[in-house]
T-cell receptor, first 117, second 112 residues
Framework: AQTVTQSQPEMSVQEAETVTLSCTYD???????LFWYKQPPSRQMILVIR??????QNATENRFSVNFQKAAKSFSLKISDSQLGDTAMYFC??????????????FGKGTHLIIQP | SAVISQKPSRDICQRGTSLTIQCQVDSQVTMMFWYRQQPGQSLTLIAT?????????ESGFVIDKFPISRPNLTFSTLTVSNMSPEDSSIYLCSVGGADTQYFGPGTRLTVL
């Protein structure tokens, strides 16, 4: 079984600043995917970014990027030029590779990110 | 990405009753998943639903309490049976490809 740990229950930064959310995980799997999801007050889960474990290159999506350290089992999310709309709960999640099929996600407890004007 | 809808979006129910939540996807998908998010908590996987086979439940969740149907490749239902206040949660369905998952908007259930 895998576990996902987010050690920052809440973070607060000023608009336009850069913020990094931490995530560590534990697994015996060699092939897997890692995700960051955003959940605003509307409660809709929005996929922010995805990382394949077999790829050494860190994923980026516009203002969002990750620092994936496979040996350390670390997967942090960096948000650049933060905006008020980034205020939300952010969940780190793990999915093992299932030979072409999907598998269920294991989530961390989440980090509540507040962007101050 | 798939477009996923859930019905109802929210409900308030009395203890001892049952509620069926529907999940509809705009394209055919093999795997569908049901999650529970208790108040102020993270998401926990309840079960995996494949079309044409019995759902697979995670530890701590049983079919008698959370029966699931998957009649076709675009639709699934989750029933929360014999409800108690501890079942008050957001219930979310998701659909999975080989390398990602997309979520429905969730159903907020309050049990009195």
């Amino acid at each position: 079984a895998q576990t996902v740990t987010q050690s920052q229950p809440e973070m607060s930064v000023q608009e336009a600043e850069t913020v990094t959310l931490s995530c560590t995980y534990d697994t015996s799997e060699s092939n897997y995917y890692l995700f960051w999801y955003k959940q605003p007050p509307s409660r809709q889960m929005i996929l922010v970014i995805r990382q394949e474990a077999y790829k050494q290159q860190n994923a980026t999506e516009n203002r969002f990027s990750v620092n994936f350290q496979k040996a350390a089992k670390s997967f942090s999310l960096k948000i650049s030029d933060s905006q008020l709309g980034d205020t939300a709960m952010y969940f780190c999640a793990f999915m093992k590779y299932s030979g072409g099929g999907a598998d269920g996600l294991t989530f961390g407890k989440g980090t509540h990110l507040i962007i101050q004007p | 990405s798939a477009v996923i809808s859930q019905k109802p979006s929210r409900d308030i129910c009395q203890r001892g009753t049952s509620l069926t939540i529907q999940c509809q996807v705009d394209s055919q998908v093999t795997m569908m998943f049901w999650y529970r998010q208790q108040p102020g908590q993270s998401l926990t996987l309840i079960a995996t639903a494949n079309q044409g086979s019995e759902a697979t439940y995670e530890s701590g969740f049983v079919i008698d309490k959370f029966p699931i149907s998957r009649p076709n490749l675009t639709f699934s239902t989750l029933t929360v049976s014999n409800m108690s206040p501890e079942d008050s949660s957001i219930y979310l369905c998701s659909v999975g490809g080989a390398d990602t998952q997309y979520f429905g908007p969730g159903t907020r259930l309050t049990v009195l």
